[in-house]
C-alpha cells in the first residue's frame, strides 16, 4: 500500500518516520513488485477501527490529532495528517 499522503508526515529533525524512510522501503519493496498486490489506500472507517483498537484508544489518537503537532508519547510523532 502506497500513498502520496504519507509523504506529509513529517516529524521533528532525527525522528525515524519520515519520507526518506517510506521511499526506501518502496524501493526494497519494487525488486518484489511481481509477488505483491498492491492496493489503494483509503480511510479506515471508525467501525474497522473499533475492531482492532478500543474506543478510548481512538479518542485518544483523535485529540492528540486536534492539538497536532506533537507528540502522542516519546515514540509517536502526531501531525494534523495523521488520520488521513
Known sequence: MEDSRYQHHRAPGGHPECPERLLAVGRALSARKGEL????????SDEELLRVHPAAH???IRAAVARAPGHLDPDTY???ESLD
Open 37 to 44: 498486490e498492491p492496493l489503494a489506500a483509503r480511510p479506515a
Open 58 to 60: 481512538l479518542a485518544t
Open 78 to 80: 502526531v501531525s494534523p
